[in-house]
């Protein structure tokens, strides 16, 4: 018997605390206490961020972790801004809506202003946190998925309307600041309608309601005033050959980003189109694999005008390439236009989306950037998410701040290499031997087997110079 009261005890606990729960009331739980409103639109009161100042340039000898020790907004190096070299954006998706959750374990993020509701009030209230956010960290930019920011509904009409009302706010809250978005993009992946992919779906249905989606991704990102527009194709590839039409499916792809071309000239948005490269996750294999498969796809179906590429470090190393190769690639062929700032795990196989810490990787993108002139209309996206087991909220800024000065000192080593020109001297040196008049033609594409013939015949046994790989790595090592 003694068993059985505890069992209607604990019935009666339960129900007493059922009937104290209304899940149509204000959104702020009670443990926010004065910090909530008392309406229904749950606005928060008071800071966001108590007790986090804003971010300023301390320098190099600072033990402030609140600090910028090597980025320094408006100092000039090679002539521009460091702002400018990079226009720093913070991606919603990962600061905002990053859980902490993986494929092994359940969320370990539980941020104060969170109610665990997925209310137009939350995504609000998301979205002003969201700005005071990058107003402490000094940075002007973000990108965002349109169902990052404003919750699905039953409708894809019930669903817009919950969008136009978050981007709204955005709109509001951009006013009197330079704060716009680096990107938009629409989440094509995450809903079940996309497991066969959106663009490359085999139902004609989910291709319409993508294209319906991006059209409208793109509306809030031009009315934001956003400079670029992405196109990352997480289930844009197939599982098993064995059911696929690869040709009709990237035939359709490619019906699909020139729809987006037209439209984009149609509602008068100048920004740049981006693809994003991956090679797999969450498909076994995705159609943008890497820079030159999106290059040679681009190519095929007359769209190189019309794209550049979005690089994004963790899928250069899924993809087997460094951030380097894929920066390059994408460089010396006109196609690089925005980088997604973060790192892998060469441990774990898996897109970890951690930011970049690593003084000579960040001096090797830099090499890259600069000798692109720069990345605008682009910039660098922390596309990079606190690790599971980080869970206050001052480890927000310590990320971005360690992610920005570790980009800092990058682009302050290449001024170094530059300034010291024997890394360029020594790559100049190598190749000497085509700055002739038989090199000119052969550049010039006039290199006629017949004379290169003639040639070989009349040197001989030609000379082999030294690679001089190790003094190069010498040299960069010295800049860092």
Known sequence: MKEVHRILLLLSLCLSLSACIDSSANTCPADLEAKCGDDSSGDWKGEFFPGIPKIKYEGPNSIDPLSYKWYNAEEVVLGKKMKDWFRFSVAFWHTFRGTGADPFGAPTKSWPWEDGTNSIAMAKRRMRAHFEFMDKLGVNRWCFHDRDIAPDAKTLAETNANLDEVVELAKELQKGTDIIPLWGTAQLFMHPRYMHGGATSSELGVYAYAAAQVKKAMEVTHYLGGENYVFWGGREGYQTLLNTDMKRELDHLAAFLQAAVDYKKKIGFNGTLLIEPKPQEPTKHQYDWDAATSFAF???????????????????????????????????????????????????????????????????????????????????????????????VEDMFIAHISGMDTLAR???????????????????????????????????????FETLEKKAMEWGEPTVSSAKQELAEMIFQSAL
């Open 298 to 392: 681009l190519q095929k179906y007359g769209l190189t005008g019309e794209f550049k590429l979005n690089i994004e470090c963790n899928h250069a190393t899924l993809s087997g390439h460094s951030c380097h190769h894929e920066l390059e690639t994408a460089r010396i062929n006109g196609l690089l236009g925005n980088i997604d700032a973060n790192t892998g795990d060469p441990q774990i196989g898996w897109d970890t989306d951690q930011f970049l810490t690593d003084i000579s990787e960040a001096t090797l993108v830099m090499l890259s950037v600069v000798r692109n002139g720069g990345l605008a209309p682009g910039g660098f996206n922390f596309d990079a998410k606190l690790r599971r087991e980080s869970t206050d």
């Open 410 to 448: 990058g682009l302050r080593n290449v001024a170094k290499l530059i300034e010291d020109g024997s890394l360029g001297e020594l790559v100049r040196k190598r190749y000497q031997s085509f700055d002739s008049e038989l090199g000119a033609l052969i550049e010039a594409g006039k290199g006629d």
